[in-house]
């Protein structure tokens, strides 16, 4: 099952990623993973199926969305390993 592992500004947690789950991140108290780093939007990015595995979405935030610190049209496929910077939150995504 695929994992998120999220280094916000004050913590670091592990999410488990359903198949066809679709996560929000961002600071706003509706997110699914709501986050409290200081460059993050209320609804930064999304985290969404893709192809049978998962992809990530910025959603207009103010200061990007980035994989492996670079920046990305649309949506994003995801790899074992690769990081996203959503506003200073960093997020790693984990297959194995």
Do not use: W
């Amino acid at each position: 099952m695929p994992k998120l592992v999220v280094h916000d500004s004050d913590r670091t947690f592990l999410l488990d990623l359903e198949a066809d789950e679709t996560l929000v991140v961002g600071r706003g108290t509706r997110c699914e993973i709501p986050v409290h780093a200081p460059r993050a939007s209320r609804r930064h990015c999304r985290v969404v199926p893709l192809g049978g595995g998962h992809g990530i979405e910025d959603l207009g935030s103010t200061n990007g969305t980035t994989v492996n610190g670079a920046p990305f049209p649309d949506v994003q496929a995801l790899a074992d390993g690769d990081v996203i910077d959503a506003g200073g939150c960093r997020i790693v995504y984990r297959i194995h």
